[in-house]
């Protein structure tokens, strides 16, 4: 079909340029030139849109900011998370990805951990590594992971990344201390508290 369109145009500029009263061929207008630069100013913008990440700032329950997390895709499909975080307090903390893009204090409005399945903790695309906060309040990590993608998380209600008060044990309990983790463990890991909460926004990737 291109190759047919391509000889009819073809056969229509030899015509015309025997005889140009019979089918003269007409001057683009400014208005028309402007609106071809603006469309492929838009097909560019939408083509960047694809390599678009995702950030967010991170707030304690006082409303102070205390960290900040960017995601940028990568290209084997995976995406790269880096958080930097200060005036928290020392020691492991549970780090996921949760399902609400919401931080109203105690952040539990953010809902929980984010899954793109029924999965249980430990196996939740949005469960991370623990954040290690060293002795005088901060951290900083850079994780790769292939539980999800940047648009995963721009559902339609958004994500948040939280921060909790305690290590996260991601639903293993020796049998010597119990038969089977309880329903808290398979759905939390028994992080406890969350003490900073960050709603994803969309970003322009660097």
């Known amino acids: 079909m291109g190759t047919t369109v391509t000889?009819?145009?073809t056969t229509a500029g030899k015509s015309s340029a025997a005889n140009p009263n019979l089918n003269p061929r007409p001057r683009a207008s400014a208005a028309g030139k402007l609106l071809l630069i603006t469309s492929l100013a838009v097909l560019a913008a939408s083509a960047g849109a694809t390599n678009s990440g995702a950030q967010a700032k991170l707030h304690d329950r006082s409303g102070n900011q205390v960290g900040k997390l960017t995601i940028h895709p990568r290209e084997d499909g995976s995406v790269t998370v880096q958080v930097r975080v200060h005036d928290l307090p020392?020691?492991?903390h549970g780090f996921h990805v949760h399902a609400v893009g919401e931080c109203a204090p105690p952040f539990t409005s953010?809902?929980?951990?984010?899954?793109?399945?029924?999965h249980?903790?430990?196996h939740h695309s949005g469960d991370l590594p623990v954040l290690l906060v060293n002795a005088d309040g901060t951290a900083r990590a850079t994780i790769s992971t292939d539980r999800f993608a940047?648009?995963?998380l721009f559902d339609g209600d958004g994500s948040a990344i939280i921060i909790h008060a305690n290590p996260d044990n991601y639903a293993n309990i020796p049998t010597r201390y119990a038969d089977?983790?309880?329903?808290?463990?398979?759905?939390?890991?028994?992080?406890?508290?969350r003490i900073a909460c960050g709603v994803m926004e969309k970003a322009a990737k660097d």
């Not at 809902?111 to 029924?118: E, M, N, Q, S, V």
Request: charged share 25%; no cysteine; net charge negative.
């Open 7 to 9: 000889r009819a145009a």
């Open 90 to 92: 020392p020691g492991f």
């Open 110 to 118: 953010a809902g929980g951990h984010f899954d793109k399945d029924r």
């Open 120 to 122: 249980t903790h430990g």
């Open 150 to 152: 940047v648009a995963d």
């Open 180 to 193: 089977a983790p309880d329903a808290t463990t398979l759905a939390t890991g028994d992080a406890g508290d």
